[in-house]
């Protein structure tokens, strides 16, 4: 999926760059055409295929908090006391 990227980022960087040095064509334009041909529609496309992996990821996140794994006992945010008390003192 990046090579995917990296290859189309390539050819519109070199887009970018024949229409900034051509001449009839401006920097501006060159602008526009690296971000409208390039970013906006790679970040787009790059953020669909990302969904169902972010999906994944919060759905075992959801089953890790659900089974207790890393959560506080009580609730509180304290940090946890020792459950065994000091020799010649009681709780």
Do not use: C, N
């Amino acid at each position: 999926m990046y090579l995917v990227a990296i290859a189309w980022l390539y050819v519109v960087v070199l887009m970018a760059l024949a229409e900034g040095t051509s001449a009839g064509g401006t920097w501006l334009g060159a602008a526009f055409t690296l971000l409208l041909y390039g970013a906006l529609p790679l970040g787009i496309s790059l953020y669909l295929l990302g969904t169902p992996v972010r999906r994944r990821a919060r759905r075992q996140a959801e089953l890790a908090s659900a089974d207790g794994a890393g959560r506080d006992p009580d609730g509180r945010g304290h940090p946890p006391r020792d459950p065994v008390a000091p020799i010649g003192k009681e709780p």
